[in-house]
């Protein structure tokens, strides 16, 4: 049998521990023909002679630097050798496909060893998704507790199922077992296998067992009693989103709460708003950014509303949806069981059938993580035109300073905040593809592909939530106004024309405005040079509650 990634480990381990030594021979001076030597270099300022030169001075009292004997030496670098090769030790273990062996203390075992070969693809591990390893002990703590409930699990084996599901969803250490790449063949096999050899080594361990013992607790015939992983792999995955979405709902809260601030903060700033990047009417600052939070909470509110679908989950489904292995009264219990652990109203589908094979869900709430990106990034990029400039731009607001925007360019300072949020966007626009093409491609009574929705989903998840919180705190939360500037381009503006056209009418307005744009001179400049206003009247049409809110002025001249 071909050597897998976790033997290639093994035998490194074995040969940097001085197992390729022939007994006898003197170590010479030549690092590269050192053995001992190249394990000190791999393994940090802790390995090797020099390490072990400094141990032993400590060790013997030895403080001032005095160079200890070659003896002295050799029984040091033996004990470190002796630490290597302890290292080295692996258990066997056995599956379908024959014998492996798997480092003695692994968490993980023969199935995950080989996912871990088969797939290194994005080097992102499941173990990098919390909210997933913790549905995933969720489900398997679910699953235990039903099957005891139902007579199928002992007392004693269901306790100890259930109290290492726990620390395994608690306890952040867990997740470094989780090793198999997040993008996986197999519609999530490998997870799910992954989970159930993490959770049956953890209570061995709590019955004070080795690991790899499956005579005492199996990771099949225990931890995944009457699941497959065509619904425990997809009800975790359900579950971890509902998780996951929790922090993005808040980063918005926080967001939509700065924008409001600063609407409060702005209400009186007179500016030019614009449409198709042209002058259009007078507004306030503060309109403008009570519009950006008004966005931000309609996402909330539908992110609040979709993803309440992945409530509904199919386990007691096992393989295609008809609950074969599967006691008839365990799918309830199990769905009851998770609920109470989880702390959400789950919910059992009514055709299991068609549970499985469906993930229409994961469409729809992927194109509203798309509907937020793509509102999210729309007023990134406004921040960043209204900050253009500082001189040659619009200059309408500063953004705060983070870091220096140039190598080249002194006292450049780039609007990186807003960019970074721009690109998080376009990576969730391309991950709402992807999973549009994933659920597409499922066929007969199962869909393959769920692995790889679940990452994107996740990613986009975990990406969003980080990006909207950095804008929050790192951006806009110091956005300063410039109301010299913004006053200044609404009184050049001939925009302000139109604030007239009531009084004046069209066509006297109309004339205004291309006397005013031909000549470069101010509206109210010109509609007090024809006499069209007087300069109280004027000022009255072009107070700030006049233009900036729906108000009907009389023609000049008409009756009152």
Not at 320 to 343: C, F, H, Q
Not at 355 to 380: E, H, M, P, Q, Y
């Amino acid at each position: 049998m071909a050597k897998t990634t976790a033997d290639t480990e093994t035998q490194r381990s074995a040969e940097h521990s001085g197992k390729g030594t022939k007994p006898g021979k003197k170590l010479g001076k030549n690092p590269d023909k050192n053995p001992d030597k190249r394990a000190g270099k791999g393994r940090g300022k802790s390995g090797g002679k020099g390490a072990a030169k400094k141990a032993h001075r400590k060790a013997s009292g030895n403080t001032v630097g005095t160079e200890p004997s070659r003896l002295e030496e050799d029984l040091a670098v033996a004990t470190v050798r002796k630490v290597a090769m302890e290292a080295a030790k692996t258990r066997p273990e056995h599956d379908l496909l024959g014998e492996g062996e798997v480092p003695a203390d692994a968490l993980w075992g023969i199935h995950t060893k080989r996912a871990v070969a088969n797939f290194p693809i994005t080097g992102v591990p499941v173990g990098h998704y919390p909210e997933l390893v913790r549905a995933l002990a969720l489900v398997k703590q679910a699953a235990a507790r039903a099957n005891h409930r139902l007579g199928y699990l002992s007392k004693a084996k269901a306790e100890v199922i259930d109290e290492a599901c726990t620390l395994v969803a608690t306890d952040p250490v867990y997740a470094e077992a989780f090793v198999v790449d997040a993008i996986q063949g197999g519609a999530g096999t490998s997870t799910n296998m992954n989970a159930n050899e993490v959770i049956a080594n953890v209570g061995l361990r709590l019955m004070g067992r080795a690991p790899g013992d499956y005579a005492a607790l199996h990771p099949n015939d225990d931890v995944n009693m009457a699941q497959s992983t065509n619904d425990a792999y997809p009800t975790a995955l359900r579950l971890a989103v509902i998780f996951a979405t929790q922090p993005l709902v808040k980063a918005l809260d926080d967001l939509a709460y700065a924008f409001k601030s600063k609407a409060v903060e702005f209400a009186d700033v007179l500016k030019m708003g614009r449409t198709q990047l042209q002058d259009a009417v007078p507004m306030t600052l503060g309109q403008e950014f009570d519009g950006f939070h008004a966005t931000i909470k309609e996402d909330v509110a539908r992110l609040t509303e979709i993803v309440g679908l992945f409530r509904e989950v199919n386990l007691g489904a096992t393989a295609i949806g008809t609950g074969i292995n599967a006691d008839p009264r365990y799918a309830a219990l199990a769905v009851e069981e998770l609920s109470r652990l989880s702390g959400q109203p789950m919910v059992l589908a009514s055709n299991l059938i068609e549970a499985t094979s469906d993930l229409g869900a994961f469409v729809l709430f992927s194109g509203t993580l798309k509907r937020v990106a793509v509102k999210l990034s729309k007023i990134c990029n406004d921040l960043r035109l209204l900050s253009s400039g500082p001189r040659t731009g619009l200059g309408e607001i500063r953004l705060p300073a983070v870091q220096a925007g140039s190598s080249i360019m002194p006292g450049k300072v780039n609007p990186v905040i807003p960019e970074v949020v721009n690109q998080v966007a376009y990576m969730v626009i391309g991950h709402d593809l992807t999973v549009t093409l994933c659920a597409e491609g499922g066929q007969l009574q199962l869909n393959a592909f769920e692995p790889t929705i679940g990452y994107c989903v996740l990613s986009s998840l975990r990406m969003l939530s980080a990006a909207i919180d950095t804008l929050t705190k790192r951006c806009v939360e110091g956005i300063e106004a410039d109301r010299e500037r913004c006053r200044s381009l609404v009184q050049g503006s001939i925009g302000l024309v139109t604030a007239l056209a009531p009084t004046l009418g069209y066509e006297a307005s109309s004339r205004i405005a291309r006397r005013a744009l031909k000549e470069n001179r101010p509206v109210a400049e010109l509609v007090l040079e024809e006499g069209l206003l007087t300069e109280a009247q004027l000022n009255a049409l072009l107070e700030l509650e006049a233009m900036t809110h729906p108000t009907r002025r009389q023609k000049a001249g008409t009756a009152g």
